[in-house]
């Protein structure tokens, strides 16, 4: 009888313990790290990119594609494009994108949406494309950055980059 209290004791500590693994496990799942994609879109012409999920403020979802963009002549491009889902947003392509470091850094991204669209004068409002090579070296990749996406029909979208992304895109960007 005398054994039964410090067995007892240390039964509810072992299954506290795993207990508390399996919930760190299933509602605190680590972020999915996005692959470096390499496409061949043309003799010569090559893209790298990378692909995550992101969800914004409002618990939406957005693609977040960095890519790299090496043409046969050695000439190189680096946009980033976000797409939500229909109905998410009225991007406003007059504004340029955001991007400020939890340090409070921020730097700004031109619109280059015009690049992607067949007909520009009705460019889909829910997707956005962004010029990042002048800044992507300056972009620190060991802390967080958010991204505020501008919006004509709401608050601007506000994404969270975590630094693993940052890293990419400054991996990708430096492919020649």
């Known amino acids: 009888m005398g054994n039964f209290l410090p067995k007892m004791m240390s039964w509810l500590v072992t299954t506290a313990l795993l207990g508390a693994c399996l919930v760190t496990v299933l509602f605190y799942p680590l972020p999915a790290q996005a692959a470096i994609r390499q496409l061949e879109e043309a003799p010569g012409q090559v893209v790298y990119q990378s692909r995550q999920t992101v969800s914004d ?58 690049d992607i669209f067949t007909d520009a004068s009705a ?22 950055l958010q991204l505020k996406l501008p919006n004509l029909a709401a608050d601007d979208v506000v994404l969270p980059i975590a630094p693993s992304l940052t890293q990419e895109w400054k991996t990708i960007a430096n492919y020649q």
């Open 123 to 144: 460019p889909e409002p829910n997707v956005g494309q962004y010029d990042l090579q002048p800044i992507v070296p300056q972009l620190p990749a060991a802390i967080p």
């Open 57 to 114: 403020q409002h618990g939406d979802r957005w693609q977040v594609i960095a890519f790299n963009r090496i043409r046969p002549d050695g000439s190189t491009s680096f946009n980033l494009r976000l797409v939500g889902f229909p109905g998410t947003a009225a991007i406003d392509r007059a504004r340029p994108l955001t991007l400020t470091t939890s340090l409070g850094q921020s730097f700004t991204a031109a619109d280059a949406s015009g």
